[in-house]
């Protein structure tokens, strides 16, 4: 019984500190509903890392607006159903839905089925994301694992890997290519 005791407590303890971070809902941040959804078929077995090569943002309400203005980037000129990503990462140290767990994603042509796409918000050519943003991101993986949404045996990948692009840019690119699983 005592055993037990100990075993519910340590395994809360570990869900508690491996928990997800904050994510900002698409309502909280103001989304456009989507054109269409292709449902994605999870656990998938890739994350793949971006960065939105855009401008870097600190706060919930800047970094709303740079999800907005990306949103309507992907639906009105690419001509996409929805945001491509399946989520975006703040260096206010929140992370921002896209198109989710379930949604199959437009960040990756060829590997959009068997991934989820993580987009750092920002240009990160020299220099890196805040500590905010890089915990935020890396706790993201471990909550798509602890969900069930990404194989416990993932691979890491940049977007330069898969496709012909700087993509997440070379600053970036050498700090993830540091994290647990990564393979070029
Ligand atoms: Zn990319």
Redesign the pocket.
């Known amino acids: 019984m005592l055993l037990l005791t100990r075993v519910v407590l340590l395994s809360a303890l570990c869900a508690a500190a491996l928990g997800c971070p904050r994510i900002i809902s698409r309502s909280q941040w103001g989304a456009r509903p989507p054109r269409g959804r292709v449902p994605l078929r999870t656990p998938v077995h890739y994350v793949i890392i971006?960065?939105t090569a855009g401008n870097r943002c600190y706060t919930q309400a800047s970094c709303s607006q740079q999800v907005r203005g990306i949103q309507n980037y992907h639906m009105n000129t690419q001509r996409w159903p929805d945001i491509g990503y399946n989520f975006l990462i703040g260096e206010d140290g929140n992370v921002y839905e896209g198109r989710g767990w379930s949604t199959v994603g437009a960040?990756?042509k060829n590997w959009n089925s068997k991934s989820l796409g993580f987009?750092f918000l920002g240009t990160f050519t020299n220099g890196v994301p805040n500590t905010a943003a890089l915990n935020a991101a890396r706790s993201l993986i471990q909550c798509a694992v602890n969900r069930g949404f990404l194989s416990r045996t993932y691979t890491l990948k940049g977007?330069r890997n898969v496709n012909p692009?700087s993509?997440?840019g070379n600053a970036l690119y050498r700090v993830i290519s540091r994290w647990p699983r990564f393979k070029p």
Do not use: E, V
């Open positions: 971006h960065h960040h990756a987009s977007h692009t993509c997440p």
